[in-house]
């Protein structure tokens, strides 16, 4: 069970919470000033704003799975879509199990390696699937319950319907003229690519742009959905796009493609799986106690602006919340309501307890909670704690298990900080090197050891051994 502390803690956190959660305009693009919607097709001006504040719009985003699961960089198109749904318009969720077997060039110096099957391909969309749902459910009960508006139902649709019943030769014969080549070549990543990478660029990723761009098509013809909206690396299949339904319908449909902001960290680089430094939205893949701490650690150069696209909180409020951090720089305010928000959308509530327990049982000295620590917490106590497996025998010291966690360069050093009373062992000093470990004192119920050196350095022993307990 949680503890009182934490549980009135959530409930503070939500009552605070739900009056930030409120959309009382359908003018999606004031949230330029969050660095959303800033690099479209069309320049936002007055009639673009009256389009989408006087009727509902359709708008959709693709999503290809290529993997089991949604990254955090692809939740910031989710995000996209959450803003336009808050503001009365209709989302639409694509998923590409078509076109993942194309592989989409955009963003990528080098072409896509990868070897999906057809029952990969069936099961990522599946899982994928279910997970957009999820982010869409926790926005609806935990972030717009208290609103009167009713929300439009997002839409699911799997590409490889467009595709069921028709071969390439009529692909190519019905729509190919109404491509033209030179706006084709002159794409941004495609002549990048062409000029720069040493194995150029093959047809499948080049003709990307106009599969991306009938899928759109096939979305206005069914769904009167006339906008389009990506990462700002999808400018130019969406231009492709636009340009393929105009001639489609002799130029008498105006589409429209809005972008979101590529997120990077610290060092500039994309938060995606192709650098491998993915966090997913699984739990299954990324705990959300990874998730939590992921954000959590966020520096303070781009807390600011993870707080202006991962979360739904008015500018105002991030303003506050920023001088806030600035004068108490060591409470990290900021950094614990982002890592909150994002837990909560991604994984509910029940995962954002889950983190907030790990977090305190590690990190806030909490020994009852540490005891109570579940095998899938424990397992996500590993993201950023350095953990190793052992077994116990009877001579086993706390200098012998210092040394396996490779806690101290060598033992003349562990000696010193151990006798000077530097080494916690689940949070109870222990200043004697000899101490024999045994189950029940430095080994709790759930056969794990937390080792701290100093204030900040954690360790964690997994214990292997299946008679243990009767020691």
């Not at 930030?20 to 003018?27: E, G, R």
């Not at 996500?380 to 101290?408: H, R």
């Amino acid at each position: 069970m949680i503890n009182i502390l934490l549980k009135r803690s959530l409930v503070r956190y939500y009552s605070i919470s739900k009056r930030y959660f409120s959309t009382n305009t359908s003018d999606v693009f004031k949230l330029q000033e969050h660095g959303f919607f800033c690099d479209n097709l069309a320049e936002v001006d007055a009639n673009l704003r009256k389009l989408v504040t006087s009727k509902q719009q359709t708008i959709y985003c693709g999503f290809d799975p290529t993997a089991k699961s949604l990254h955090i960089g692809n939740l910031v198109g989710l995000i996209g879509l959450l803003h336009w749904q808050r503001a009365g318009h209709q989302p639409i969720a694509l998923l590409g199990s078509a076109t993942v077997l194309i592989g989409d060039p955009s963003g990528r110096s080098q072409e896509r390696k990868q070897h999906l099957t057809n029952d990969d391909i069936v099961s990522n969309t599946e899982n994928i699937e279910r997970l957009i749902q999820l982010i869409f459910q926790n926005h609806e009960k935990y972030f717009w319950k208290e609103q009167q508006k009713k929300l439009s139902p997002l839409t699911v649709v799997n590409n490889l319907s467009f595709y069921d019943n028709m071969n390439t030769i009529t692909f190519v014969s019905t729509y190919g003229p109404h491509f033209r080549m030179n706006p084709l070549l002159s794409r941004k990543v495609i002549k990048t690519r062409l000029e720069t990478s040493h194995d150029g660029l093959g047809y499948n990723e080049f003709s990307y742009q106009l599969y991306q761009a009938y899928d759109w098509y096939c979305l206005l013809k069914k769904y009167n959905c006339r906008f389009q909206l990506g990462g700002v690396d999808q400018i130019g299949n969406m231009r492709t796009g636009h340009d393929f339904i105009s001639r489609m319908t002799n130029f008498e449909e105006d589409t429209y493609g809005v972008t979101v902001p590529l997120i990077t960290n610290e060092s500039g680089e994309k938060l995606g799986k192709s650098l491998g430094n993915a966090l997913w939205l699984d739990e299954n893949l990324s705990t959300p106690y990874e998730c939590y701490q992921h954000f959590r650690n966020t520096p303070d150069s781009k807390v600011e602006e993870y707080l202006k696209i991962f979360t739904f909180l008015p500018l105002n409020e991030i303003q506050q919340l920023m001088e806030t951090h600035r004068n108490k720089p060591h409470e990290y305010a900021a950094q614990i309501k982002l890592a909150k928000q994002i837990t909560l959308l991604v994984h509910g509530e029940q995962g954002l307890e889950s983190a907030i327990r790990s977090t305190q049982a590690m990190f806030a000295q909490n020994i009852d909670l540490l005891h109570n620590l579940t095998e899938k917490e424990i397992n996500g106590l590993s993201y950023g704690v350095p953990t190793i497996q052992m077994e116990l025998n009877p001579e086993l010291t706390l200098l012998d298990v210092c040394m396996s966690a490779q806690c101290f360069s060598n033992k003349s050093v562990a000696l010193k900080v151990i006798n000077d009373g530097g080494v916690y062992v689940n949070h109870k000093k222990v200043s004697n090197p000899q101490a024999i470990f045994v189950f029940g004192v430095h080994i709790i119920p759930n056969m794990i050891t937390v080792l701290r050196v100093g204030k900040k350095n954690f360790y964690m022993i997994r214990w292997t051994n299946t008679d243990i307990t009767l020691r």
